[in-house]
């Protein structure tokens, strides 16, 4: 079983920073799409931010550059910058390749003051 492990979740004011990270077994290979997902109480689950084996990210229009997502193998993470209390949900870290679809257990987020 594939696990996917986060890391970095906590609780920050208006305006802050967080840094989370998902480390992934070596199985997880180039090929599979890495990316941030989210889901705040009431609401279904959305896209934040993807990147592929080679380094190219793709972000929610939500972001509006705030966030920066990066990868090392394996290894993601997500710089969050500028937080706002709407950027309050569970993190969920995710890798995809064709019909392989894994997901971390999740980490929260919360924003307020």
């Known amino acids: 079983q594939v696990q996917l492990v986060e890391s970095g979740g906590g609780r920050v004011q208006p305006g802050g920073s967080l840094r989370l990270s998902c480390a992934a077994p070596e199985s997880i290979s180039r090929l599979y799409v890495m990316g941030w997902y989210r889901q705040a109480p009431g609401k279904q689950r959305e896209l934040v931010a993807t990147i592929t084996g080679l380094g190219v990210a793709d972000y929610a229009d939500f972001v509006e550059g705030r966030f920066t997502i990066s990868r090392d193998k394996n290894t993601i993470d997500l710089q969050m910058n500028r937080l706002r209390p709407e950027d309050t949900a569970v993190y969920y870290c995710?890798?995809?390749?064709?019909?392989?679809?894994?997901w971390g257990q999740g980490t929260q987020v919360t924003v307020s003051s």
């Open positions: 995710n890798a995809e390749y064709f019909s392989m679809d894994y």
